[in-house]
């Protein structure tokens, strides 16, 4: 299970950082991602790493200004969003799956999903 946490209301420039929780399994064999769904529109790819970290993958529109991190110690999966833009305003959602594949960036290759949670930037 994956347990999805830390968003919230953000004003333009801010920034954020979620937290994927994950129990069950071993975490550390499953490689993590981050997707987004904006209001009326379909869950996009946002960051993704392969295996135990050594590759780290992400959307253009989030390229220099997101991390994506994991601590296998407390089983957790990490977003950092700086200079946060109203266009990053969406549910995002976590997911894990336990071979990587080359098509990271479709959700539908993607077997575990955490419940999203909310990010609203706005002024």
């Known amino acids: 299970q994956l347990q999805a946490s830390g968003g919230g209301l953000v004003q333009p420039g801010g920034s954020l950082r979620l937290s994927c929780a994950a129990s069950g399994r071993t975490f550390s064999d499953y490689s993590p991602a981050w997707f987004r769904q904006a209001p009326g529109k379909e869950r996009e790819f946002a960051a993704a790493?392969?295996?135990?970290?050594?590759?780290?993958y992400y959307a253009d529109s989030v390229k220099g200004r997101f991390t994506i991190s994991r601590d296998n110690a407390k089983n957790t999966v990490y977003l950092q969003m700086n200079s946060l833009k109203p266009e990053d305003t969406a549910l995002y959602y976590c997911?894990?799956?336990?071979?990587?594949?080359?098509?990271?960036?479709?959700?539908?290759?993607?077997?575990?999903w955490g419940q999203g949670t909310q990010v609203t930037v706005s002024s």
């Open positions: 997911a894990a799956r336990l071979h990587w594949t080359v098509a990271y960036y479709s959700d539908i290759h993607w077997t575990n």
């Open positions: 790493i392969r295996g135990s970290g050594s590759r780290t």
